[in-house]
C-alpha cells in the first residue's frame, strides 16, 4: 500500500525555517505526484505545492510562491518542502499527499489526491 510518513514541524519564530519531509513507499512505478496542504485552525485545508517526480517540476500556490521550494530525493523516495521567511499566517498543521499511481500532474485541490500522510504541526510565533 502507498504510504507517507511527515517529519520536520515544530515551533519557530516569525523570519525562520524549517523543512518538513514526506517519505513515499508503495508507488511501483517509481513515479508520482504530490501535493502539499495546510489547515490552520479554524480553516479549511489549502493546497500550496506541488511536484512530479518524473521531472522534479513544481508548482506554488501565491502564498508561499518564492518562500517553500521543494526538493526530491530519489534515493530515499523523499520530498522535501523548505519554509523560509515564516510567518505567523503560516501556522497550520501540514500534511503531504500523492495521487493515484499512474497519474502525473500538477493540482493543489484535495481532490485530486489519494494518499495522506499524517500531518505535522508548524506554529510560527514570537
Known amino acids: 500500500q502507498v504510504q507517507l510518513v511527515e517529519s520536520g514541524g515544530g515551533l519557530v519564530e516569525p523570519g525562520g525555517s524549517l523543512i518538513l519531509s514526506c517519505a513515499v513507499s508503495g508507488f511501483t512505478s517509481g513515479y508520482y505526484s504530490l501535493g502539499w496542504f495546510r489547515q490552520a485552525p479554524g480553516k479549511a485545508r489549502v493546497g500550496i505545492a506541488s511536484?512530479?517526480?518524473?521531472?522534479?517540476?513544481?508548482d506554488y500556490a501565491d502564498s508561499v510562491k518564492g518562500r517553500f521550494p521543494m526538493s526530491k530525493d530519489s534515493a530515499r523516495n523523499t520530498v522535501y518542502l523548505q519554509m523560509n521567511s515564516l510567518k505567523p499566517e503560516d501556522t497550520a498543521i501540514y500534511y503531504c499527499?500523492?495521487?493515484?499511481?499512474?497519474?502525473?500532474?500538477?493540482?493543489?485541490?484535495?481532490?485530486?489526491?489519494?494518499?495522506w500522510g499524517q500531518g505535522t504541526q508548524v506554529t510560527v510565533s514570537s
Open positions: 499527499a500523492t495521487a493515484a499511481q499512474f497519474r502525473w500532474f500538477h493540482s493543489l485541490s484535495s481532490s485530486a489526491y489519494d494518499h
Open positions: 511536484i512530479k517526480s518524473s521531472d522534479n517540476s513544481t
